[in-house]
């Protein structure tokens, strides 16, 4: 009974430097959501899906990527790391029912 | 002006009383979601509403369409009841816009 797991839990990023958080989640949700959280700013929608194949921008997309190539999956890429990232990202999996958080990443960029 | 607006943006509360926090939305919605989030970063979702009310527990949630605003009320607080809540809606497109949180600490 996983629910939605992120990874990693914690990562420091160098400026210029690329990575991928990877969420995964085993409930069988058609949407998923990556979020930033930033003390005085509260969630933001970063990209979401919908369905396996689908993507679309959500309210802070820029310089970031995502990929759903398997329903399960949803990642988040961030090519070019900036210390304007330095953020905790939480994902979430859902249906028109509800959802459910993974517990989040916290990235720094230096 | 934020789509999502809450009140209050902190709220201190003595164990047992009753508490209420307020949530109105300036965009068209599919649905309201209402979060809580601990001190130790975790998320829960708590109730989605489109319509009308939903009750879990000591947890109430309300919901007015017409009137744009969704309340969660909190019966017999506890100090395990000290968290954010968020208030999120969900547009129509599934895009979701977030509240910026209401702090609640409830002392016992």
């Known amino acids: 009974n996983a629910g939605v797991t992120q990874t990693p839990k914690f990562r420091v990023l160098k400026t210029g430097q690329s990575m991928t958080l990877l969420c995964a989640q085993d409930?069988?949700?058609?949407?998923m959501y990556w979020y930033r959280q930033d003390p005085g700013m509260g969630l933001r929608l970063i990209h979401y899906?919908?369905?396996?194949?689908?993507?679309a921008k959500g309210e802070v997309p820029d310089g970031y990527n995502v990929s759903r190539l398997k329903k399960q999956n949803f990642l988040l890429g961030l090519e070019s790391a900036a210390p304007s990232q330095t953020s905790v990202y939480f994902c979430?999996?859902?249906?028109?029912?509800?959802?459910?958080f993974g517990s989040g990443t916290r990235l720094t960029v230096v | 002006k934020n789509e999502v607006e809450q009140s209050p943006q902190n709220l201190t509360a003595q164990e047992g009383e009753f508490i209420t926090i307020n949530c109105s939305y300036s965009?068209?919605?599919?649905?309201l979601h209402w979060l809580q989030q601990h001190p130790g970063g975790g998320i829960v979702s708590l109730f989605m509403l489109s319509s009308g009310k939903k009750k879990h527990g000591r947890l109430i949630a309300t919901i007015n369409i017409q009137e744009k605003h969704s309340s969660l009320h909190i019966t017999a607080s506890h100090p395990r009841d000290s968290a954010v809540y968020i208030c999120a809606v969900r547009a129509n497109n599934n895009d979701m816009r977030f509240g910026a949180g209401t702090r609640l600490t409830v002392k016992p």
């Open positions: 979430a999996s859902g249906t028109h029912y509800g959802y459910t």
């Open positions: 409930m069988n949700h058609e949407y």
């Open positions: 965009v068209g919605i599919s649905a």
């Open positions: 899906s919908v369905g396996e194949g689908t993507t």
